[in-house]
Nanobody, 124 residues
């Protein structure tokens, strides 16, 4: 059974850091691109960052560029999202999903599986 499980969310002060994890089971992460998405209260879900399967190309939304870093550890079947310099507007439920592909500095979505999400709250 394919599963994606997010972890690492929590409450952090503005300017702080968190590292989110997306652990995959039921399939081998090597062959799939993973995207991180977020949904703030009252807003639509938006794409935050993606990492491709083929060459580890990455994509970042303008709102997080320079602050967030996506990476993958295929040996652990896990993708990470390192979030630094967090702002109150980063508060949201963060989801990982597959499959995605990065090309031409854009992320293309062909989502079959979503995780259940992890809540990130940035507040003083």
């Amino acid at each position: 059974q394919v599963q994606l499980v997010e972890s690492g969310g929590g409450l952090v002060q503005p300017g702080g850091s968190l590292r989110l994890s997306c652990a995959a089971s039921g399939f081998t992460l090597d062959y799939y691109g993973i995207g991180w998405f977020r949904q703030a209260p009252g807003k639509e879900r938006e794409g935050v960052s993606c990492i491709s399967s083929s060459d580890d190309s990455t994509y970042y939304a303008d709102s997080v560029k320079g602050r967030f870093t996506i990476s993958r550890d295929n040996a652990k079947n896990t993708v990470y999202l390192q979030m630094n310099s967090l702002k109150p507007e980063d508060t949201a439920v963060y989801y990982c999903a597959t499959d995605v592909e990065v090309a031409g500095a854009k992320c293309y979505y062909d989502i079959d599986y979503w995780g259940k999400g992890t809540l990130v709250t940035v507040s003083s």
